[in-house]
DNA sequence: TATATTTGCAAGTGATTACTCACTTTTATG
DNA sequence: CATAAAAGTGAGTAATCACTTGCAAATATA
């Protein structure tokens, strides 16, 4: 990958993320990029092609990201570092803008990429069983629920605190 | 309010949900409510004015819609009452396509309007304060939190049931 | 009925949109 | 070194954008 087509997705995920996708023009993000409006279809095609471009290095990053809470054993952990996880999206992580971005384009594109959190839905019930919960799978959607939810408050409330609510949610989990 | 001025609002609301604020020009407005382009001007001054409209009648139904829950006396009545109103906005709802709009806008205007929210907040609180939970407040968060979370998967991934979810939370919160 | 106001339309406006094309520069390869 | 492929540019394109203007038709008011 060249450093100017680098610095074209990394323009453009930065601005689809403030301005959402047809709120921003490709000549907004080649100006950003510094590059000539003629390379990001030299590179992507067309402006549908950068939006695919920058979905895949989500998936890319989403799979690593839930990696480490998937392919754990214990149950009890497994719930934990799911809540941590959700915990440091907040608001000065430098991982806040991508994710953010995430549900902008999936409010934007209408879809909801289902199969990139079967696995999580997957391992969260395991665990649930495992613990010994009556309904295993409807804990799991809940709680993947609760991820959406607060989602959607960290990136659109002002001020909102999610600490309080981890702890909650540790506290009940009793994890 | 004119026939067409209402015939346009109607119009707007329905692209907008279904293809963004940004993502829908006037004049697709215009010919899908069969006046003149100009007319949208003449009665909203501008584009945001449209908008601004929309927004404005969606605080009203939104006020309609929760007072019956706000005014609820009855803890256990006021909590059923939300999730039965979560439990209305299944696909297939007249309703539907407005809150689907307001949360379509929520993320493309990135402006979470809290007090409207407030109201509700508040009687959860007082709601889970009768019912003598440890910490009322932060319960009240949560369900209005799995509340966005579900609205999110209603409106994003299809074939989403929220019966079983909405059921099980009956049942978590014995009402 | 006379007049003022509101409602409505058609045909514009300049700016911006996504995208193309002819061209030059850089890089890789035999 | 020669040559082909890839990277990059800048000036275009037609279409569409939000919005304006001048004027006619409908409606309200006196």
Redesign the interface.
Known sequence: MTEKKEKILQSALELFARE?Y??TSTSKVAKHACVSEGLIFRHFGNKEGLLDAIIKEGEERAKTLFSSIVFETDPKELISKLITTIESFSKNSEDFEFWKLQ??I???T???N?HKMEALQLALTSAFTKLEYE?PE?EA??L???????A??L????NFQVG??TD??RKKYNV
């Not at 993947?144 to 607060?150: S, T």
């Not at 990136?155 to 002002?158: A, D, G, K, P, S």
């Open positions: 959402g047809t709120g549900y902008k999936k409010w934007e209408e879809k909801y289902e309904f409807l959607t809940i993947l629920v609760i991820m959406d939810g607060l959607t408050r990136c659109l409330q002002e309080p609510i909650f949610l």
